[in-house]
């Protein structure tokens, strides 16, 4: 049976698969907060969900509008304060997996939501900041980047490093003695890139239902390497595409 | 020891031009009623500190209250920019504004600094990124045991911190529960504060989660019912979302927002009571 | 991820001959119980930590399980001294006892940093006494930002950290209220842990005040009704001050403190279930 | 009138005599716990009680028993973590008054609650430690002392600095940047000591009912200085006997 379902959809479905049942999982708004409410109602029952604003274990029966929803709070194990989070839960790797997405993603998996284009104090574009990216792709122990394809938001090299991927390849984390693996897989809505294991140089090793090599590459602003087993995503299953729509439905 | 003020008086009495403000609140509680009041009251030249600068402080930049913002995530949650905000960046308009830019850690931990009556704190933050080249207030430090190299920020201690919370009782003992954020941090490392309150009460009931604030750690409490508008106050009301929708158009257009500025907050009197 | 284990499984899997263990609970929900089962399992050379070492220290420490005490203040309270304690210490009996001493604010700093994962904290603190002299996790720090000189205190990380609580829940969320000390920091610190119950219930419900610290946080729990006895457990049961009063005697002669151990401890099956 | 009372009730008196009322009072266990509850149940109903189990602002309707005795929790305004009672409320120097006792006081107001004889390691006495008292003695805008005097605990120079008073006299506490003044007052069974404004040193100024200036520089182990107009304590008030008799007998 073939279903009909948006890039979109396939993006969140693909994040969502991404989360183990029983991660830790520090959560975003926006997109990584639907996957990871997605998982939770499907293969995850047991993801824990932490949001930055100190709820640890939210279990929201409908989708937050923002990281500071009521509805976290009220579903959450503990509540806590915004230093404890930060301080005593995800500095010291107590998170599994960290959420991230952007307004630029390059092909060693470094983060811009800071500026772009100019120079940082007279930019062409000035972007919301660091929030808690920084330390999120410091600490987690992995970290899943989630972002549309498009050759302005995936470039060679970010405009302004917000949050450090591989810095400038293989062995900056390590000499920076940064604790998490940093970014393990970006899901786009074409496909998924992965760190390669010699150069941690972003590469596409699996294709979204429908969407081609050539279109992908199209989409990078660096030459993409493909991998040479390139697979391609499954499609939503009808059980993903109905409970991701039901919570859609739920904003 | 806390006074219970007017809004007016509080603010009057409690921020001057030029003096550093933080008005803090995580998504939930965020004191929008005492921003308006220091737009109304002209309050020019502050620096103001926030986590999360988002539509109030868009408007009290927009409003020329500010010249330096301290921060660590600029923007309208769900929405998109701050226009006011950048327009001052960008165009200076209407006044200058200077930025100085942290990460949410770093900021949670400058203001735990301040609370601490330490002079900085230590963090594993800012590693590999280009936010230390662009902000003097991030510096390496050394584990003295160990030799590992870490990152330092100095404290914050804002001049007057500024908050919302559900409630208070008559000797000014604050309560507030749901997400409480970094509002304990802020009055307690500011060397004056105002907490606003949806209702002032004659004993404050025990809730699970709560934090209480003593009286004698607050300088001035204000009774402002929806004062957190249009954020929310949990056990009071939701979020009002469509509100941060309507503020885009508003906010990007100098003339709509000035508009905006004289009948929504200049002839207004929120304050009132 | 905590698993629900009886008292004498969790020791046993958890706590080995040469870790580092603390046993923490401020006056209130004093893990007795396990330490009276780390005895019985003749745990030995244990560096035990610990801010307040009180009656369930003199004992483990008379029974010989420790090489090394780390502390901010030892005594039984409003008693007097801990005889088993100084025995060890002056006269290495039944083995010699190492220090190292510090300060309840040190100590607290310690854990915090533990539980964050820094190597180190900074306080103001310790500064013209005679500690630094004796300890050497004590150091001078200097702030990056004003110059200033600090005092900086390694943190602790223990192999084990031990606490009473008052509930969990099936999942092994662990809830406590009423003073709740260091107990967080001490398990969040910890490699392993181990939260003692009075009770294991459905639910968890909400008390104001209350610390929850989620399952996935924990190692293991173990239901432990009386668990904190001679101390307390808000809302369970209350201190047992002649208990304090009647160890004093205990503890003065060793043969009284043998015969103690054999009977009370070595003999007991508290912790059948 | 003349009342029948002990040298302990006058001293206990005298303590509580000294905190004015609305100052926050951090509170050791013993007579200062005394002391402190007497005041508010007489001339300082709004005595602010804070205990270093993480307490802020108890009302105890007993004398409690240890400084986590669940009645200061029950009564409190609020109950915090013992890292942050001394973080954020002890530390920054928001409490008035510290109360301190000890084993040895010297004349510079010094306290000893550590070691007495030996050296470190091979003490003649091993004392409980350091506990909360160097940082109330070095962070509490003042610092109040209840002993006993005798030549044993007023030392001239006591045998370890557990906590600073006035260290070897006058500017010492400037030098080290402490921002508290340090011990203001020394109250004893046979009157009240307070530190010589030019020296530091601590000096008789006051006589509690017939005690004598011999007295006192017999229980001194120092050549005890006496004030150029020495005072006498007011005797303890039948109001204040009778509240402290009623409130020792809660315990």
Not at chain 1, 4 to 12: G, L
Not at chain 1, 24 to 31: D, H, N, Q, T
Not at chain 2, 183 to 196: D, M, N, P, Y
Not at chain 2, 219 to 226: F, I, L, N, S
Request: charged content about 25%; overall charge negative.
């Amino acid at each position: 049976m073939s279903l009909e379902f948006t890039s979109d959809e396939m993006m969140t479905v693909g994040a969502a698969r991404s989360l183990e049942d029983g991660a830790k999982c520090f959560v975003g708004i926006g997109l990584p907060s639907t996957a990871a409410n997605l998982a939770r109602r499907t293969h995850a029952p047991n993801l824990v969900l932490i949001y930055e604003s100190g709820t640890l274990g939210a279990k929201p029966d409908r989708l937050p509008l923002s990281i500071g929803d009521g509805v976290l709070a009220d579903t959450a194990d503990s509540v806590i304060s915004v230093p404890e989070i930060f301080n005593y839960w995800l500095q010291p790797g107590r998170i599994d997996i960290g959420f991230l997405g952007g307004a630029q993603v390059d092909k060693f998996g470094n983060i811009n939501t800071t500026v772009i284009g100019g120079d940082y104090s007279n930019p062409k574009v000035r972007l919301p900041g660091a929030g808690g990216a920084p330390e999120i792709a410091a600490s987690c122990r992995e970290v899943l980047i989630v972002m549309r394809m498009s050759p302005r938001s995936f470039v060679d090299r970010v405009d302004f490093v917000t949050s450090l991927g591989y810095g400038t390849g293989k062995g900056d984390r390590e000499e920076l003695g940064l604790r998490g693996k940093g970014p393990v897989k970006v899901i786009t809505d074409l496909g998924v890139l992965r760190p390669d294991p010699d150069t941690c140089e972003l590469t596409l090793t699996e294709l979204s239902p429908g969407s081609t090599v050539e279109q992908a590459k199209e989409a990078a602003g660096w030459d993409l390497k493909v991998s040479d087993d390139l697979g391609t995503q499954d499609p939503p299953s009808e059980n993903e595409l109905e409970v991701l729509r039901a919570l859609k439905a739920t904003v | 020891m806390a006074r219970i003020l007017s809004l007016r008086e509080a603010v009057a009495e409690l921020v001057h031009d030029g003096d550093t403000v933080a008005l803090e609140g995580f998504t939930h509680l965020i004191p929008v009623a005492a921003g308006h009041e220091i737009i109304r009251q002209g309050r020019k030249d502050l620096t103001l500190i926030r986590m999360t600068p988002d539509i109030v402080y868009d408007q009290m930049i927009g409003a020329g209250c500010a010249r330096k913002l301290i921060f660590s995530w600029g923007g309208n949650p769900g929405v998109g920019s701050l226009h006011r905000f950048r327009d001052a960046i960008q165009n200076s308009w209407p006044v200058p504004l200077e930025i100085e830019e942290h990460s949410h850690a770093g900021m949670a931990n400058r203001y735990a600094a301040g609370a601490s009556g330490l002079p900085f704190a230590v963090l594993r933050g800012y590693t590999g990124t280009d936010l230390p080249a662009q902000t003097e207030t991030i510096k390496p430090i050394e584990c003295p045991f160990t030799g590992e190299r870490l990152t330092a920020v100095p404290a914050v201690n804002p001049d007057v911190g500024i908050i919302h919370a559900q409630r208070a009782d008559r000797a000014g003992n604050v309560q507030m529960w749901g997400i409480t954020g970094v509002q304990k941090e802020t009055v307690l490392a500011s060397a004056r504060s105002l907490a606003t309150v949806e209702e002032i009460v004659d004993e404050l009931e025990p809730v699970p989660g709560a934090v209480v604030l003593p009286q004698w750690a607050v300088t001035a409490v204000a009774e402002v019912p929806r004062g957190a508008h249009p954020s929310y106050a949990q056990g009071y009301y939701e979020r009002d979302n469509s509100y941060y929708q309507e503020w885009d158009p508003i906010g990007r257009d100098r003339e709509r927002f000035e508009q905006w500025l004289a009948t929504e907050v200049r002839g207004a009197e929120r304050s009132a009571r």
